[in-house]
């Protein structure tokens, strides 16, 4: 197998980098017991990768995926996200950045019941204040514009308790692009999925990638990890391996017959 | 217009019963096959009280769902009768649903369905936005079920550092804060443990006391004890 060594702290700081950590470390203190979720860990993301990131339970890809999306604050390291340093923000100002640079899609797809397709797909776009609102009709033309692009306009007034799981996955990243997100984060996207839905969710992803989108998956499964140009492999709170796409194919084609 | 048609349905039964909030008649659900229609529901034929609280049992797939979904108004995809505080839900169009379910109804969801990257105050915040109330109102609302609900202190916390029993409590917390008559709650301690199950449980007792009509739907002899009365789905029948 290829591999690369993760960077070292002492490697450049590439400034074009949409995201850039150096030496991220996450502790939880529960009951005055410390545990290190993230231990050490560097990674640059380049705009328009689209990098899989796997490794057991409990290795901290959870975790990375929360600090990645601005939902929890790192303990010690820089993270900058386009450019912007964002580790020692403030929990409203963490909340601004999150909201306008990234788009979530989350295992349990996280749609709200009694809200429609078109509703759900707003709903992040409302939270958008100051020089970031938008109005309604920019808001229509967006919700419109995200539902088109996954397959979903047919059902603007369904609730999701109407749509398959598929659908609703399709639903939930129509949400994420529609803010128009510098980076979308995924976490398990096809975890609730049978396999067939779990492609189309994949291919979705893909097509975005190919149309310019920047996107970091969590994914434990590796037939997923697949559609990813980039696997990056945690173990322990670090990131222990991080090999491209061609590279994982010479390995394949080097190690296994290639199926039809 | 409502006192109206309170009196229209209050005159259909005896006159010591009291008016039902909700009532079906015969109501049906099919899902057309290439073999044929595959029945969901069979001719469900109920009435539930203000202040009651019921629960929905049955197996796997026995229609339990579905039929909160159609209770909700979630899926208007059905035959029969179904009325809502006297208003014919099976004859409005889904504009009329939205705004009849959003004046009457609160969901409470398995999952929570909470936004990951909102706060606990921003997921309040939800319902509110989605039923034209002004912002000083919602800021009120929001403060004071924050309160009631002794959150006070994780308003600003993301769903994620809070436990299941927590996350759960902020989902009751936003079926409530719509002020709803009608609670519909399917499986909400279905992903927590026992003594979270039973902390939740305990809470929609009290909402009920309060006067909210509580419609479960659980797998759990145990849930189903906080409820008044039971029904058994089976098939898509409701068992005598």
């Known amino acids: ?39 050490e860990v560097h990674l640059d993301v380049q705009q328009g990768e689209f990098v899989a990131i796997s490794g057991p339970s409990g290795c901290g890809k959870t975790t990375l995926l ?34 306008r640079q990234i788009g979530f899609i989350f295992q349990a797809f996280n749609l709200i019941g009694d809200l429609t397709v078109y509703e759900n797909v707003e709903l992040p776009l409302t939270y958008r204040t100051g020089d970031a609102a938008l109005d309604a009709t920019e808001r229509r033309r967006r919700v419109i514009d995200a539902l088109e692009r996954v397959g979903m306009s047919h059902r603007t007034n369904h609730y999701p308790a109407q749509l398959s799981g598929g659908q609703q996955q399709r639903v939930a990243v129509a949400r994420a692009v529609a803010g ?66 061609d590279e994982k194919r010479r390995a394949a084609r080097a190690g296994t017959t290639v199926q039809a | ?29 099919g899902i057309r096959t290439t073999g044929g229609v595959t029945y969901v529901l069979r001719r469900i034929t109920l009435d539930v009280a203000p202040g009651e609280f019921m629960t929905i049992m049955g197996p796997s797939g026995a229609g339990k769902s579905t039929l909160l979904a159609i ?21 409005l169009n889904h504009v009329q649903r939205r705004a009849l379910a959003r004046e009457h109804i609160g969901f409470v969801f398995q999952q929570y369905h909470l936004l990951d990257e909102l706060t606990v105050a921003e997921n309040l915040h939800v319902p509110l936005d989605y039923r034209g109330i002004g912002k000083s109102e919602r800021a009120a609302r ?24 927590q996350q759960q409590l902020v989902g009751i917390a936003r079926a409530v804060i719509g002020e709803p008559s009608l609670i519909l709650a399917d499986e909400p301690t279905g992903n927590l443990h026992s003594a979270q199950a039973r902390e939740i449980m305990e809470l929609f007792a009290r909402l009920n006391a309060a006067g909210t009509t509580i419609i479960q739907v659980t797998h759990s002899e145990e849930n189903a004890r906080f409820g008044h009365r039971t029904i058994n789905l089976k098939d898509g029948w409701m068992e005598p």
Do not use: W
């Open chain 2, 1 to 29: 217009m409502r006192s109206e048609l309170d009196q229209d349905t209050r005159a259909l039964g005896t006159a010591a019963t009291p008016a039902p909030l909700l009532s079906l008649r015969n109501i049906e659900k």
């Open chain 1, 1 to 39: 197998m290829t591999t690369s060594a993760a960077p070292s702290p002492a490697a450049v700081t590439d400034a074009d980098s949409l995201i850039s950590m150096r030496g991220i470390k996450k502790v939880f203190i529960t009951d005055e017991v410390e545990t290190h979720a993230l231990t």
């Open chain 2, 142 to 165: 929001v403060a004071d079920v924050l309160d009631r609900f002794n959150m006070v202190g994780k308003k600003d916390l993301y769903p994620r550092q809070l436990s299941g029993g």
């Open chain 1, 66 to 99: 929360s600090i990645l999306g601005l939902l929890d604050a790192t303990t010690d390291g820089e993270y900058r996200l386009a450019g912007e340093p964002v580790s020692d923000l403030s929990p409203a100002e963490r909340a601004r950045v999150r909201n």
């Open chain 2, 71 to 91: 209770l909700g108004m979630l899926d208007a995809d059905f035959t029969g009768e179904y009325h809502l505080r006297g208003h014919p839900v099976h004859a």
């Open chain 1, 180 to 245: 128009e997100p510098a980076i979308l984060l995924a976490d398990e996207p096809t975890g609730n999925l049978d396999s067939q839905n779990g492609e189309a969710v994949m291919q979705l992803l893909q097509e975005l990638h190919k149309g310019g989108a920047t996107i970091c998956m969590v994914t434990h499964d590796p037939r997923y990890a697949e559609y990813a140009d980039r696997s990056v492999h945690l173990f322990d709170g670090r990131v222990v391996e991080d090999t491209t796409h």
